[in-house]
Each structure stands twice: as structure tokens, then as C-alpha cells.
């Protein structure tokens, strides 16, 4: 589980990160996809396009202080890097 410490007010629609992520118990990357920014640029839309990428075992959510939480459900790691812009 990774949580962030602030959530910007909104995201640039069209950036673009991808998300990699390991299997649990090993440092392989298996699993990849890229989550682009759409909708308004809201958190709602940072978190769907998360979703949308469909990394197994990774999702974000946002936590009650407003940070935005990654979760790999096995216990591996997730990597992330940027495409397009800085989102």
C-alpha cells in the first residue's frame, strides 16, 4: 500500500503514467498498462483511469483524509512512470 500526502485539485486531462506491477513474492514484472487522465481531470477521474489501465491486483482509491491510496492485493510492487505530462 502506497498513500500519497497531497491530492492536487485537479489533473491535466490526457496525461498519461504507466503502472507496472509483480506478481507476489516476485521481482518480475508481469503485469502492465497505462492510466490516462480523462473526464474533467478530477480525482474521480485519476482513480478511473487506474482503474481503466486493469493492472491485476492494482487499484487506487482515496482514503478519509483525501489522499490518494495505491493497493497491490497480493502483496507485490507497483511501479509507475510517466508518458505524457507529469500527472
Do not use: K, L, R
Amino acid at each position: 500500500v502506497v498513500t500519497g500526502t497531497t491530492v492536487p485539485a485537479s489533473f491535466t486531462v490526457g496525461n498519461a503514467f504507466t503502472i507496472a506491477a509483480t506478481e507476489a513474492g516476485s521481482a518480475t514484472v508481469v503485469n502492465t498498462g497505462t492510466a490516462t487522465i480523462g473526464g474533467t481531470g478530477t480525482v474521480a477521474d485519476f482513480i478511473a483511469a487506474v482503474s481503466a489501465a486493469d493492472v491485476p491486483y492494482v487499484s487506487a482509491s482515496v482514503n478519509s483524509a483525501g489522499n490518494i491510496v495505491f493497493t497491490h492485493s497480493q502483496g507485490g510492487s507497483i511501479y509507475m512512470a510517466n508518458v505524457t505530462g507529469t500527472p
